[in-house]
């Protein structure tokens, strides 16, 4: 880095959260750092700190059970879900948005936490957590908190977390295992690219809901939709939640109609 | 220096041989100026301007300067050198006006990086920003700012540019060859449309890094990643007024070029540094985002062209416009103006043409050379043309190609008579028809149409290229022999991984009869210890410096044998040669080794004849002329590569997606020296063509300032674009002066893949796509009449380019 920085790597939860609560206005988390890094070298940020969390004891861990459902730490990478056997079977939705993540490099450092809190609007991984009514673990001095990804993103690089917390675990819950889905996300060059529109739609109990990215200023869900109800019905719902813009990638007109292709597709192919 | 020796008598040449450069490539061995370190050695870091055009008021460089370990600190008004190839424009940081967004204003040398980047922040500039002139057909207007009011007092390369003072057009090429109008008035069409592509950037592996030592005496060392040892010592002699063995250049291992290193870049900058720090060395090395703005571009060009053709489908007339858009200095894009002016038309013979070929200065990054030279842009325009064309007048665009493709007895643009050497863009272009099954679909294509519901089309597109250079280029090669009887080879040309040395180590053992393991190339090119070769450019390589190579062996065995004849007291005549001696050829017993003689023969008495047995080779480029400037006639063309690209994609109607299925690429190279060389250099530049093709391009805001200088929002192809299928096939009309019949390949691959992309779009969708690239996002627009999208890659601000009534008129 072109300049000098503290660097901590706490071991425990309540040392990170020690940490954060002391550097509240110049820290920064660094789990896989493939947004931080750039963001620092590029002169966006300048934390005077930044915190390591991969070191915290289980922070790596990703663990299914029946009780508590599929549970990650925040330095799990995008590689450790795919390897993870229970992600690959009861999850494929997850596993499909984490292999249209980036390229193999980037998801061998890439965290799904540090996707998520990142919080771009192309986050790949957003769209499957939150059709999959995922939550965050949120760990701050004054507690831990959970919150459902539905209500996680506030805008295009913002969350709900708060000035001192970190984002503890992600937790799928068991009763979204199994759910049915494909993520389509379009791309510029078939390598790693940021998607101009990605549509993941997934079945679960006969309901139908579709998950977006880069199409609002947050990765957005549609959910409550059941075959019945038609494919074109399903479109005209998701072009309503979205707000996709003109920029540098594509136009607003071109990613709507492109999402609503998408969900033509998604809904012919999953049945 | 062609033999008319039979394939089955070359021992080398024409054979697959390793590269020379694969282990240390690959082992990570090769040691590249990025990887160099020299004791006492400082960092570079500069100031970048934000704006496109602005005055600058005051620079405050005081903090910067008092922080520990800055040793240097420097501003344009320090530095009233002015650089430039052939118009000299340019400064080495900005003095009094900055004329593009990325511009270098000022520059410091530290102890470390990240000292030199914390100066640089401290540094102050006070800026008033002026309205710039940002699309090239806009810089046209009268009333249009003037990013070179002072364009009259440069010097500038008579003999081949023409700039117009108190305008914004840095050079004006013409071309007019036999009789437009009655051309026209015999014409049975008259077509005329637009074409345009935006500026792209190299993006070779090893960014632009260079050390420079200024010592004392004003003896100068440079260490670069370029492509032109001599070219870099000329230039920067130029600049400083220094003896031109006052410099050295050494050029080690380059990780890629493609025309973006071709002439000076940042070693001017490192040597005011290092003199100004008091002679330590000082390296600079440009972070990815300074690829794109500090340093050049390939221009971006709007090419408008007006064809005439007759009932039978013959083209009696052309009037081709070039607009060049060469941003805030000259650098190469005069002479790419200059060299697609003479090759506008592509590989078809146009009776009557008129050429105006503009370089037009505007407030953007610089253009220069980029592999092609102007080809591929302008081949994507004449060759989607021509499919226009054909479709517009009922002809099969193949047909239509084939009826006005050059052929023996055809005349080039300047002139110049096409013979059965020459190369055939026929062969190439029914090669790679036949490759694709050109005209029909396939069971199996018709089977995966149904299958995916996306249709398929085929196209097909041609190109030709000259090597672009002055009309007395030349090289020599040196080949020395060791006192084993091996032996090496210098020259200044330099192998940036085309794979040059590879094919010149065969020719010399060709030559030499000697076996492969006894030639080396020597890799490190240093202005000191090589013999001159004007630059690695232009596809000229192999060519002129094979040629050379040629005679060093030629001469190399001359002097052995003169030896050999004393010591053996024979006759020249009577002797001959194997890979270890000179022997009688009557009695081949009576022999000397070649390593008895190497470094010097000792008779039985102890007396010495002969001396190092050095072999010296030079070739200059044989009856080339300057062209006439007011009609572009003479003699410009060393050699004339032809080639053809045959595409195939499928394409989704609905929405303008697409994928390459296959693409058959033939190229005339005369001989492939290397066949598979030549394929590498083949799969590589189609790569290259396509990433062009399909999402590569600068765009601006409207301030001027570049919103994709990353790999986030410029990007380029991984292997996983590679189509399905790549075919690469060798056409071999022997080129007479080529070595052992050998031409050019090395931009070639490049040239016309977009217009073959756009032409297979077409036939499969009947998207009519005249700007490149060509995204997704783009076919659907056309296929839905919707106007291209408005983020500068295609458009000025005021939209002027788009209508013929809108095209500013260009005083003679």
Redesign the interface.
């Known amino acids: 880095?072109?300049?000098?920085f503290r660097y901590r790597a706490p071991k425990t939860a309540s040392e990170m959260i020690r940490l954060l609560d002391d550097h509240r206005d110049d820290g920064k988390i660094l789990a896989g750092g493939t947004d931080l890094l750039p963001n620092i070298r590029d002169g966006n940020i300048r934390p005077a700190v930044v915190i390591d969390a991969k070191k915290i004891q289980s922070a790596d861990s990703i663990a299914w059970s029946a009780s508590e459902g599929l549970v990650m730490g925040n330095a799990v990478t995008i590689n450790d879900v795919l390897r993870c056997r229970e992600a690959r079977e009861l999850f494929p939705v997850l596993c499909d948005c984490a292999r249209q993540l980036a390229s193999h490099q980037i998801r061998n450092r890439a965290t799904v936490a540090g996707n998520v809190v990142n919080a771009s609007p192309c986050a790949d991984m957003a769209p499957a957590l939150l059709c999959l009514d995922a939550f965050a673990v949120l760990e701050s001095a004054s507690g831990t908190r959970q919150v459902p990804f539905s209500e996680f993103f506030t805008g295009v690089k913002h969350t709900v977390l708060k000035a001192g917390e970190f984002l503890e675990k992600i937790i799928i819950p068991a009763s979204a295992a199994g759910a049915r889905g494909y993520y389509l996300k379009?791309k510029?060059?078939?390598?790693?690219?940021?998607g101009i529109i990605g549509v993941l739609m997934v079945r679960r109990n006969n309901g139908i809901r579709f998950g977006v990215s880069s199409a609002a200023p947050t990765p957005v869900l549609v959910d409550g939709m059941l075959d019945k109800d038609g494919v074109d019905a399903a479109i005209v719902k998701v072009l309503a939640a979205i707000k996709p813009i003109d920029d540098?990638?594509?136009?607003g007109e071109?990613r709507a109609?492109?999402a609503s292709?998408y969900i033509r597709r998604l809904w012919q192919e999953i049945k | 220096m062609f033999d008319d020796l039979k394939p089955e008598a070359l021992r080398y040449v024409g054979k697959s041989e390793k590269k020379v450069d694969d282990t240390e490539k690959l082992t990570g061995e090769a040691v590249y100026v990025s990887d160099m370190k020299f004791p006492g050695m400082l960092y570079a870091q500069v100031k970048k301007s934000p704006h496109a055009r602005a005055r600058i008021r005051n620079i405050d460089s005081g903090k910067a300067q008092a922080i520990p370990g800055v040793r240097a600190v420097i501003t344009g008004e320090e530095l009233a050198y002015r650089l430039g190839l052939y118009v000299v424009d340019k400064y080495i940081l900005a003095r009094g006006e900055v004329r593009h967004y990325g511009e270098a204003v000022a520059a410091v040398a530290a102890d470390t990086p990240e000292i030199a980047r914390a100066a640089v922040e401290a540094i102050t500039v006070d800026y008033e920003e002026l309205p710039p002139v940002l699309h090239h057909m806009d810089a046209l207007k009268p009333d249009a700012p003037l990013v070179h009011p002072d364009l009259g007092s440069y010097s500038y390369v008579a003999a081949a540019f023409t700039p117009k003072p108190g305008s914004n057009i840095a050079n004006h090429t013409k071309l007019r060859k036999g009789d437009v109008d009655k051309g026209f008035a015999e014409s049975a069409w008259i077509i005329e449309r637009e074409y345009s592509c935006p500026s792209v950037q190299h993006v070779p592996m090893e960014t632009h890094v260079a050390i420079v030592k200024w010592s004392s005496g004003d003896k100068v060392s440079i260490w670069t990643s370029a492509q032109s040892p001599f070219t870099v010592r000329n230039l920067f002699c130029h600049a400083f007024s220094l003896p031109h063995n006052n410099v050295r250049v050494i050029i080690p291992y380059v990780g890629g070029g493609f025309g973006g290193k071709a002439g000076i870049g940042v070693e001017p900058l490192c040597a005011v540094l290092s003199r100004k720090a008091g002679g330590r060395p000082v390296k600079f090395q440009a972070s990815r985002e300074e690829e794109f703005s500090l340093l050049p571009c390939r221009s971006a060009l709007t090419y408008r062209i007006r064809t005439g053709i007759s009932s039978e489908g013959k083209i009696l007339a052309q009037h081709m416009t070039m607009y060049w858009d060469s941003g805030a200095y000259a650098d190469y894009a005069v002479n790419v103006t200059r060299a697609s002016g003479y090759s506008a038309s592509g590989p078809y013979e146009i009776p009557n043409a008129w050429i105006d070929a503009y370089t037009i200065y505007t407030n953007k990054p610089f253009g220069t050379a980029y592999r092609g030279f102007g080809h591929v842009e302008f081949h994507w325009a004449i060759e989607r043309h021509m499919e226009l064309l054909a479709l517009a007048i009922g002809m099969d665009p193949l047909e239509f190609r084939r009826k006005n493709a050059l052929r023996p007895g055809s005349r080039t643009l300047t002139g110049e008579e096409l013979t059965e050497h020459s190369g055939s863009v026929l062969k190439c272009i029914d090669t790679v028809a036949a490759a694709i099954s050109y005209g029909k679909i396939t069971k199996e294509e018709a089977g995966r149409e149904k299958r995916t519901g996306w249709k398929i089309g085929k196209g097909i597109a041609a190109l030709q290229k000259a090597p672009a250079m002055p009309p007395f280029t030349a090289t020599a090669v040196i080949i020395k022999m060791n006192e084993d009887g091996s032996v090496t080879v210098n020259l200044a040309l330099t192998d940036l991984g085309q794979g040059t040395y590879t094919s010149i180590r065969q020719i010399v053992a060709e030559r030499l009869g000697f076996v492969l393991e006894k030639v080396k190339i020597s890799f490190d090119c240093d202005t000191e210890k090589d013999p001159y070769d004007w630059q690695t450019v232009a596809s000229k390589g192999l060519f002129l410096s094979g040629n050379a190579a040629i005679i060093a062996a030629e001469d190399l065995l001359k002097k052995a044998y003169a030896v050999a004849a004393e010591v053996l007291h024979v006759g020249l005549r009577d002797l001959g040669h194997d890979g270890d001696k000179v022997f009688l050829r009557h009695h081949p017993a009576r022999s000397i080794s070649f390593s008895s003689m190497a470094v010097g023969y000792m008779m039985p008495n102890g007396n010495g004849i002969g001396g190092p047995l050095i072999g010296v080779g030079k070739y200059i480029a044989q009856g080339l002329t300057n062209l006439n400037k007011e009609t572009g006639e003479g003699h410009p063309a060393l050699n004339w590569t032809f080639g053809a690209h045959g595409m195939v994609v499928e394409a989704n109607l609905e929405t303008g997606e697409y994928r390459v299925l296959r693409i058959a690429s033939a190229f005339d190279v005369g001989k492939a020296v290397n066949p598979e060389l030549v394929r590498g250099q083949a799969i590589g530049g189609m790569m290259q063509g396509l990433g062009t093709a399909m999402c590569e391009g600068y765009i601006y805001d409207k301030e001027g300032r570049l919103l994709n200088p990353s790999f986030t929002d410029n990007k380029i192809p991984t292997a996983k674009d590679l189509p399905l299928e790549v075919e690469c096939f060798v056409v071999e009309t022997a080129q007479i002066d080529g070595p052992y019949g050998a031409r050019g390949v090395g931009e070639h691959s490049m040239i016309s893949v977009a217009a073959a992309l756009g032409n297979a779009l077409r036939k499969a969708t009947g998207a009519e796509i005249l700007h490149m690239p060509i995204r997704f996002e783009d076919v659907w627009r056309a296929l839905r009449n919707k106007k291209p999208i408005d983020n500068w890659i295609t458009k000025s601000p005021l939209g002027s380019c788009r209508s013929v009534k809108d095209i500013p008129s260009v005083a003679d």
Do not use: K, P, V, W
């Not at chain 1, 510029?188 to 940021?194: E, K, M, Q, S, V």
């Open positions: 880095m072109l300049y000098e379009l510029r060059i078939a390598g790693h690219d940021l540098i990638r594509a136009s071109y109609f492109m292709t």
